[in-house]
């Protein structure tokens, strides 16, 4: 019986690793697959901070087309330790939208904005 499991351990010690091998494998990565969303602009949007003291407290983008209209704007200031977001609804013809943030980052020399349109 010894001999009879040797030879058993002997033959899972190389089916298994030969098993393996012929598992196919690919370099995709997680959530591989891409899709193209359609931009209701690409033209260039003007983007002015507004202060209170040394700090952002809200955000006026402007030149958004009527082709962003009903959609929802979000901004992120982030001056590089702190950061304040908010959204706002984008009028039907398009036009300026004035942003609130949640929270009020100092402006620094690297603050960041970050805008991105939900919709419509």
């Not at 033959?11 to 591989?32: D, I, K, Q, R, Y």
């Amino acid at each position: 019986m010894p001999r009879l499991a040797l030879l058993l351990f002997l033959c899972l010690l190389f089916v298994e690793p030969a098993m393996a091998a012929s598992l196919s494998t690919s370099s995709g990565s997680l959530a591989g697959a891409s899709v193209t969303l359609a931009r209701c602009t690409t033209a260039g949007l003007s983007v002015v901070p507004n202060f209170s003291g040394a700090t952002v407290v809200s955000v006026t983008v402007s030149g958004l087309p009527s082709s962003c209209g009903n959609g929802t704007l979000q901004v992120t200031i982030n001056n590089g330790s702190a950061n304040g977001s908010g959204s706002a609804a984008i009028p039907a013809a398009g036009g300026a939208v004035t942003v609130t943030l949640g929270s009020a980052p100092a402006l620094t020399a690297a603050t960041q904005a970050d805008l991105v349109i939900v919709g419509p």
